[in-house]
């Protein structure tokens, strides 16, 4: 009912998984990222009732994140699964994943978005990575590769600098997943959703380093993340817990099977509900918000981080409806991440 159930190939996983060759509109709102809060405010908070009728759901990843206990929050929630976890339980992920084992190391640092800007010293960060991991492949946002300075200080350190698409691409997370096949190791400056998908399918994984800052939109302290989550935190990680970990955070105890699936998300035949809610009631209820007319769950991101309406009208194009994905997750043969050698523009 709202473009961010298609963001990051979401949709086009979990598509895939339910044996469909292209995503429908959905009946409610699925989480587009792990998150060290509560998830309801940060993901659906442009959304405060949208489940009080009954007929559409909040679908989050996991009830069993640290982050947060489902049983006192205001609002009721669907435990769906993370589409990561629909997407490696495909046949051909699990054969790939069988199949290879990886090598070298993948880094993925925080990244900036639209409205927020990520500072600090790229470059010393991508040669204090060069001294203790050598010269690794690095998965930059599409926000960032438009970035030279970003870019250039992975590149001048050594290292090579790949993408995995903008955020409307339906094969964003195939990408991923091929990255993470090709590697032995994940590694990031920050406990943030690539290390959990790492981790989940038993990579080696390590968080550490400069954690760089995001000025007024940090929603909780590093040092709080750390103590939440000790075992996902350090160079040199217990594989064996931390895989444990990221699979109950990501939700894999929650999968459903096909057919529920298609149930659970509304997919079992077409109803207009949910498209009009797509390219009507969702836009105009996110102008009216950003606007200052409307009404926000009390926690949500905007409010969080004090966004205002000036920042998020500088894009105001990316947050309108767009066609929904063509096509399911590509998986047979896998997309190739992109290789970024120069800022380009990415369409997102």
Wanted: charged share 20%.
């Amino acid at each position: 009912m709202d473009i961010q159930n298609h963001f990051y190939g979401h949709t086009a996983a979990l598509a895939g998984y339910a044996g469909l060759s292209r995503p429908r509109h959905v009946a409610g709102l699925i989480q587009h990222g792990w998150t060290t809060v509560p998830p309801i405010p940060v993901n659906f908070g442009d959304f405060p009732d949208v489940e009080k009728n009954g007929t559409r759901k909040l679908f989050v990843w996991s009830h069993g994140s640290r982050a947060w206990d489902p049983a006192v929050s205001p609002r009721a929630s669907f435990p769906l699964g993370s589409p990561w976890a629909y997407l490696v339980s495909t046949q051909p992920a699990r054969s790939a994943l069988a199949d290879n084992k990886g090598s070298g190391v993948l880094i993925v640092p925080l990244h900036s978005t639209r409205i927020i800007r990520v500072l600090g010293d790229q470059g010393s960060l991508a040669r204090a990575y060069l001294r203790t991991e050598g010269p690794c492949t690095v998965c930059l946002h599409a926000e960032d590769i438009q970035k030279p300075e970003i870019v250039d200080s992975w590149l001048e350190a050594g290292h090579r600098v790949v993408t995995a698409g903008s955020r409307h691409d339906p094969d964003f997370l195939s990408r991923i997943l091929a990255l993470v096949l090709a590697s032995e190791r994940v590694v990031a400056n920050r406990l943030m959703t690539p290390v959990l998908y790492a981790a989940a399918v038993g990579r080696d994984v390590g968080v550490y380093g400069d954690p760089l800052s995001i000025p007024g939109a940090e929603l909780h302290g590093q040092d709080a993340i750390r103590a939440l989550w000790p075992e996902l935190h350090g160079e040199s990680l217990d594989r064996g817990v931390t895989t444990e970990l990221a699979r109950t955070e990501l939700g894999f105890q929650h999968r459903l099977g096909p057919a529920e699936l298609r149930s659970a998300l509304g997919w079992n035949g077409r109803s207009a509900g949910p498209a009009f809610q797509y390219w009507a009631g969702a836009p105009l209820r996110k102008t009216m918000n950003v606007l200052g007319l409307g009404k926000r769950d009390p926690g949500s991101t905007e409010k969080q981080v004090g966004a205002n309406p000036v920042a998020w009208l500088r894009h105001p194009m990316s947050h309108l409806p767009r066609p929904l994905p063509t096509h399911a997750a590509s998986l047979d043969p896998m997309p190739a991440p992109i290789p970024v050698t120069r800022p380009a523009a990415v369409s997102s």
